[in-house]
Nanobody, 118 residues
Framework: QVQLVESGGGLVQAGGSLRLSCAAS????????RGWYRQAPGKQRELVAQ???????YYADPVKGRFTISRDAAKNTVYLQMSSLKPEDTAVYYC????????????WGQGTQVTVSS
């Protein structure tokens, strides 16, 4: 079992920055990859960014060049640094983990709200 706890969401003006954190506990040795999804009202949940155990990263096109995913292995924590935020980035952001090797979604955090005002 893996537990994921997000923090760092909030309200920010367009053009601003926020950093989300996702702390993992439990069987962290079993995690293959971690990442962030987001879900805006009335929309499907979408993958934002991912980082593998080897350090490879992936970014969805809408956030490339603005968001950066990173990790602190000693703290079992993954971060999402979000810059140049836009109103369309407004969503609930979820941390996710892959332990079975078939993609993120084996474990989820509770979500943290990010609201970007225009």
């Amino acid at each position: 079992q893996v537990q994921l706890v997000e923090s760092g969401g909030g309200l920010v003006q367009a053009g601003g920055s926020l950093r989300l954190s996702c702390a993992a506990s439990g069987s962290v040795f079993s995690i293959n990859a971690r990442g962030w999804y987001r879900q805006a009202p009335g929309k499907q949940r979408e993958l934002v960014a991912q980082i593998t155990r080897a350090g490879s990263t992936y970014y969805a096109d809408p956030v490339k060049g603005r968001f950066t995913i990173s990790r602190d292995a000693a703290k079992n924590t993954v971060y999402l640094q979000m810059s140049s935020l836009k109103p369309e980035d407004t969503a609930v952001y979820y941390c996710a983990a892959d332990v079975n090797g078939v993609g993120l979604g084996d474990y989820w955090g509770q979500g943290t709200q990010v609201t970007v005002s225009s």
